[in-house]
């Protein structure tokens, strides 16, 4: 398995973006994105991603000159038409509106249709609250999570994520999908040709629960609790696609869905929350110590709270290396070779290189 340094993982995912025509900037922050979430143990949605931005690319299924436009813009409210936009582009315009309405008038929401994967929600919640504001974003995605009861795709993983500015202790973050796993964890699976994954993950085109990767790989997510997760993918789908006019439902296409567009819908909301508690950053510090001041549970050494985790991963990555599973390595230098990037060589484990 490759390891290879988040720096030259970076440098050379950016380039082959700027091969198959992505401008340098755009390239540069799409890089960032994803090996910022493979850092974190994100792999789902990390560097693993890239082959499929490139194939989407070729195929004319996303237009990388395009950045979108202002479609109404209303006291703290926005609406942004991403016009088939990189996905990273559009949501790195609209957290900088967020971020400016929230600063303006305390709150900031902004809406984007048209858009497309914009990699890991914590990448974009992780901005606001670096500009000392509260971060939510939500948004919609392809149909392949049955509501409860069904066994039709009508929603997508509709993940929901909140991160927020804090004192003397790490930042809290919860990224979470509104299914038991996130999607990219099957793909993921089905990519490396492992045989099984966990029960719960996913049903198979029937609706019968199955733990056979290839089975769900062509069949349905299952809703994290059953009812509760239908009930939460849907409170995600008004706040991404009614609101913002954009696709809904059915209507959207896919990451991995060709001669069609995406057209997924993200939602920003800024809050610039020391209006409201002067003394935030103190009392968050305190609700994370209390938590984690709990006795852990039998089989555990302590008790965890949202973004320790991952946090712990970037540590250890960042001075060892990024794992890159075989399947995701072959995809990769596949997808590079096709507009032109030389391979990602490397010695051995443990001295990778360009």
């Not at 960032?32 to 195929?59: C, F, M, P």
């Not at 001669?259 to 920003?268: D, E, L, M, V, Y």
């Not at 599973?325 to 096709?338: C, E, F, I, K, Y």
Request: proline letters at 5%; glycine letters at 12%.
């Amino acid at each position: 398995m490759p390891i290879i340094p988040a720096g030259r993982l970076r440098a050379w995912s950016a380039q082959a973006l700027i091969a198959a025509g992505v401008d340098g900037r755009h390239a540069g922050l799409i890089a960032e994105s994803l090996v910022a979430a493979s850092l974190r143990g994100v792999d789902s949605h990390g560097i693993h991603l890239l082959a499929s931005y490139l194939d989407q690319i070729r195929a004319g299924d996303v237009d990388i000159a395009q950045t979108g436009e202002v479609s109404t813009e209303s006291g703290a409210c926005l609406v942004y038409d991403g016009r088939n936009a990189l996905g990273q582009v559009v949501a790195d315009i609209c957290c900088r509106h967020a971020i400016r309405l929230a600063g303006a008038h305390g709150l900031g929401m902004v809406t984007a249709r048209e858009s497309n994967h914009f990699g890991a929600a914590a990448f974009w919640a992780r901005r606001m609250a670096e500009a000392g504001q509260i971060g939510l974003v939500f948004c919609n995605a392809s149909a392949i999570v049955a509501p409860w009861q069904g066994k039709e795709g009508r929603f997508g993983t509709n993940p929901i994520c909140m991160a927020i500015p804090v004192g003397r202790r790490d930042p809290w973050v919860l990224d979470m999908a509104t299914t038991t796993v996130a999607a990219n964890r099957i793909f993921k699976a089905h990519t490396n040709h492992e045989p099984a994954i966990p029960a719960g993950w996913a049903m198979d085109r029937d609706g019968v629960p199955t733990t056979d990767t290839e089975a769900a790989f062509n069949g349905l997510l299952m809703p994290l609790g059953g009812y509760k997760g239908s009930g939460l993918a849907m409170m995600v789908e008004i706040l991404c696609g009614v609101i913002g006019g954009g696709g809904m439902s059915t209507e959207l296409g896919g990451l991995r869905v060709r001669g069609r567009r995406f057209r997924a819908s993200q939602t920003f909301i800024a809050i610039d929350v020391l209006r409201m508690q002067p003394a935030f950053r103190e009392r968050a510090d305190w609700l994370i110590e209390q938590v984690k001041s709990a006795a852990p549970a039998a089989g555990f050494d302590e008790v965890l709270v949202a973004n320790e985790p991952e946090l712990r991963t970037e540590r250890r990555r960042l001075a060892e290396g990024i794992p890159i599973p075989d399947g995701t390595w072959q995809a990769l230098m596949a997808a590079s070779a096709l507009v032109g990037v030389p391979p990602l060589a490397y010695h051995d484990r443990s001295e990778p290189r360009l």
